[in-house]
């Protein structure tokens, strides 16, 4: 007998206890295991072709062992979890789980804040989606990124800085509240680059809320938010509903009691990962970028969820078309009608229906049962649907349609016959006995709404068109007045860039330039320049209190103006920097003042950048390369750093000063127009749309906040710009923007 040695041996009993090993741990998990945050649908539902050994219809058999494996999934989660309902429980949180409809807002949205009256229009807002879509439960009111980073504010700053402050925020907070729609706020824990708060992110987020009266938090970019967020508002006395943008790891849902879904789509439905373990816990799915809003709502339909109905996506404008809307209406107007139904532990996923691509979810509760119905098919669906056994006094009712169903009973089962449109819904309640006057109402409702097909109703998308806000000219004048210089104009080849951290190059990003039919992230315009005169250097603080002095000008929203001087003074030592923490609204009245105006995008960019195309105002030379080169890209500012042509940027948490704007002649333009680049943005132009108001920033600055991708990105080059969402005064001001004036030549 051959002896086989002792490490084949070893190796082969190794293989089969792992063999063995692998076969008990797949006896224990679930085949249908969730993928994600999405649990797969019933193998049966997998069209194969002829050559794939065809296609084999579901039944009540596949249903049966699907439902029984997602179950025993789901108990041994929640034990290997340690699951805890306790936070579902808590009368404050509650509000959750009805929380259908929920846009992330934009502070900037001008629905929302009116800059000129200087108030809060809450219910301008409300009534707008209103009458486009049916309303909101709640909103998630944002005021951080993409402006955040543009100087040392952090996140709780932003919200501040909000006209009126917090005061002002309280009172926005209780419109929306008297409309019955609740709070949100963000957090960004990657803002960690900015002022550090006074107390620990836990302690500094719950307190602010408490303040403003808000009831949640989204947890921006978070997998989860940490248990200590949620002890940190109970400990306060606030109970806040956080809703962090990723799925939780399984044990966060005992007090993360919303997510939002961040779905991958196919044709066939999938079951919520986290509805499923807690049909309590309210998932709002995130599309954002999808102009198409179908699998978003049929998604949310079929799990029982609800939808983050976000159009102002970072000031772009990604509105729902009118069928969209009107698919939302009716969506939301049954959700909401059957709430109680929704949260139900009975939830039964993937009801048996008659037709393939049509996909319904139970949900008993007590002697009652709904079930949500969407078809996936392109076409339209009629007659029999579904089958229910059979009980004596038992009703059906279409609440899609708002009629009364007549069974059509075949052993021992009722036919339920009703219409499906194509990529719609449909909507089953069965209930003993007469309906009450409120379902009885509702039906009505529901009778004239769906009167009109959904493919009645448009389904193009536009994007929305936006203008110039006129700069009135100058009277001119016959030579470079004191401090100016002379710009000659010409033949000029106006291209630029839009810096935005999202978007690509889609349609509606950016601004629309006025010989443009859409707003575009990449411009590229032959012009004529008229002849001008621009200042050398940015309006400095000592100039900026001669104005002051002479026009006793005092703005009416008056929070973070001039925030860095004191009594009316600026700093000691600051009278040759750039005024900063001035709105666009000051720095035109200060150039209206002084005879002036400020520049369009194109004539800054042509003072700074000439007839020859070069990258830098100075030339081609790229001095924070440089700065840290050592071979032959070294400079002489290498040695002494006062000979560069902008300032060494700062990266610290607190921003530091600006440089005087005559610290670095090197950097002057081909025109000698000097401090142009890398010191303090420079506004110029505003855009304008329906919805958003947005400033053209140049420059650059000196602050660079570290530790995120998400800070308001620089445009140092003079082929890039900066796009600022603006809201208002008080929040549009920064420690990191300033401005200079032109004057028109003759």
Request: charged share 25%; aromatic share 12%.
């Amino acid at each position: 007998m051959t002896t086989v040695p002792r490490t084949i041996r070893w190796a082969v009993s190794i293989s089969i206890l792992s063999a063995a090993l692998a076969m008990f741990s797949s006896a224990q998990d679930s085949h249908y295991s969730p993928r994600g945050q999405q649990i797969p649908p019933p193998e049966c539902f997998n069209l194969r072709g002829a050559w794939e050994g065809g296609y084999i219809p579901c039944n009540p058999g596949s249903h049966q062992h699907w439902l029984n494996d997602i179950t025993h999934w789901r108990m041994e989660r929640r034990i290997r979890v340690g699951y805890d309902p306790a936070r579902y429980q808590m009368p404050e949180l509650q509000w959750a789980q009805s929380s259908f409809m929920q846009p992330q807002m934009m502070v900037h949205d001008r629905y929302f804040y009116e800059p000129v009256a200087g108030k809060y229009t809450v219910d301008r807002y409300l009534d707008d989606l209103d009458k486009r879509y049916g309303g909101i439960d709640a909103v998630l009111i944002w005021a951080t990124y993409p402006n955040m980073g543009i100087d040392d504010r952090n996140q709780l700053d932003m919200v501040r800085s909000m006209p009126g402050g917090v005061e002002g925020v309280r009172q926005a907070v209780a419109d929306f509240h008297r409309r019955g729609v609740r709070v949100l706020f963000p957090m960004m824990m990657w803002d960690q680059g900015t002022r550090e708060p006074d107390k620990p992110w836990p302690d500094a987020i719950a307190q602010l809320m408490k303040d403003v009266g808000a009831d949640g938090v989204n947890g921006d970019t978070q997998d989860g938010v940490p248990l200590a967020f949620s002890l940190a508002a109970e400990k306060i006395g606030h109970p806040l509903a956080f809703e962090p943008e990723g799925g939780p790891h399984d044990e966060g849902i005992s007090w993360n009691v919303m997510t939002w879904g961040q779905y991958t789509f196919q044709f066939v439905p999938t079951v919520d990962r986290y509805r499923w373990l807690e049909p309590r816990h309210m998932v709002n799915i995130q599309g954002r970028w999808n102009r198409d809003k179908t699998d978003d709502l049929q998604f949310a339909f079929f799990n029982g969820e609800g939808w983050e109905s976000w159009e102002n996506v970072w000031g772009i404008w990604n509105g729902v078309t009118p069928r969209d809307g009107e698919a939302t209406r009716r969506v939301a107007s049954i959700e909401r009608s059957i709430a109680p139904f929704l949260v139900s532990q009975d939830w039964e996923p993937f009801y048996p229906m008659h037709h393939y691509g049509v996909f319904a979810s139970r949900w008993p509760l007590g002697d009652r049962t709904a079930w949500t119905i969407v078809n996936r098919n392109e076409y339209d669906v009629d007659g029999r649907q579904m089958s229910v056994p059979h009980k004596d006094g038992m009703r059906y009712f279409d609440l899609y349609h708002g009629v009364e169903l007549k069974p059509q009973t075949e052993d021992s089962a009722d036919v339920l016959s009703f219409a499906t449109e194509g990529h719609a819904y449909g909507a089953i309640l069965a209930q003993p006995g007469e309906p009450d006057p409120g379902l009885r109402a509702f039906m009505a409702k529901m009778k004239q709404l769906t009167a009109q097909p959904l493919a009645g109703y448009s389904h193009e998308w536009k994007p929305l068109p936006q203008h110039l806000v006129e700069i009135p000219p100058t009277a001119p004048a016959s030579s470079a007045p004191d401090g100016m210089v002379s710009i000659p104009g010409g033949d000029y080849l106006f291209k630029v860039e839009g810096i935005e951290i999202e978007g690509d190059d889609d349609i509606a990003v950016d601004v629309q330039y006025p010989w443009e039919d859409s707003a575009r992230r990449f411009h590229e315009h032959r012009m004529q320049i008229k002849p001008f005169y621009i200042d050398k250097y940015p309006v400095t603080n000592a100039a900026f209190k001669k104005f002051l002095d002479a026009s006793h000008y005092h703005p009416t929203d008056d929070l973070n103006f001039l925030k860095d001087w004191k009594n009316g003074a600026y700093p000691d030592g600051a009278a040759n920097k750039p005024v900063t923490w001035v709105s666009l609204e000051d720095a035109r009245a200060y150039a209206k003042w002084a005879g002036k105006r400020l520049p369009h995008e194109w004539e800054w960019q042509f003072a700074a950048q000439g007839t020859d195309n070069r990258i830098f105002p100075w030339g081609e030379c790229d001095w924070l390369a440089s700065a840290n080169s050592g071979g032959p890209f070294a400079r002489p500012w290498q040695k002494d750093p006062a000979d560069a042509p902008a300032p060494v940027p700062d990266k610290g948490r607190v921003m530091a000063a600006s440089s005087d704007v005559d610290a670095h002649p090197h950097g002057a333009s081909p025109f000698g127009v000097v401090d142009m680049v890398g010191n303090v943005w420079q506004w110029t132009d505003e855009y304008v749309d329906d919805h958003t108001r947005a400033a053209i920033l140049r420059g650059g600055s000196h602050y660079q906040p570290q530790g995120s991708i998400w800070y308001f990105p620089q445009a140092y080059r003079n082929s890039q710009h900066g796009k600022l969402l603006l809201m208002g005064p008080s929040y549009d001001r920064s420690g990191a923007l300033g401005f200079r004036c032109v004057k028109d030549a003759p």
